[in-house]
């Protein structure tokens, strides 16, 4: 089965087969590595583009410049991207810019996490993070969204 990414240099989606490693793959239009152990900082367009159109799950931090937990916690939001990646998509989102996601989600404190598996929200939470809670927070809550087998 192959997996969907979306390019965070270009947006354009990304067809990976199952015998490639996602971490190695590069994007068929701009030729950009499609991680690169980053979050990627997106708008209400990016975002709606990586949730909806790729297939892995999407972790998303919702954060402002003046939020002093949230730039305290960017490097560890960045940390667990090294460690995720290319299981999950992360992805940066400034509050400020992006009221439509803020208010779609209830988000009413920062920095805040959603975390979307096949176009739904499956998890959130809000208040700052270590690198090894973000990490164990995404695999544990992505554990609990799994479908259970009929």
Do not use: Y
């Not at 990016?46 to 916690?73: I, K, N, Q, S």
């Not at 995720?84 to 208010?103: F, M, T, W």
């Amino acid at each position: 089965m192959s997996t969907t990414i979306v390019c965070g240099h270009c947006g354009q989606v990304n067809r990976v087969g199952s015998g490639k490693p996602a971490g190695k793959a590069r994007c068929g239009s701009c030729h950009h590595d499609l991680f690169d152990g980053k979050p990627l900082a997106v708008d209400e367009a990016g975002f709606e583009r990586h949730v909806t159109r790729g297939t892995l799950p999407v972790l998303v931090d919702v954060w402002a410049p003046w939020c002093g937990p949230c730039r305290a916690m960017a490097p560890m939001f960045q940390e667990a991207a090294s460690r995720l990646e290319p299981d999950v998509r992360l992805l940066k989102i400034n509050a400020d810019d992006a009221p439509g996601v803020v208010s779609r989600f209830g988000v009413r404190g920062i920095p805040a996490l959603l975390l979307f598996r096949d176009g739904r929200l499956v998890a959130q939470t809000a208040g700052a993070m270590d690198a090894g809670r973000i990490v164990a927070w995404t695999s544990s809550s992505l554990a609990a969204a799994r479908p259970s087998a009929a």
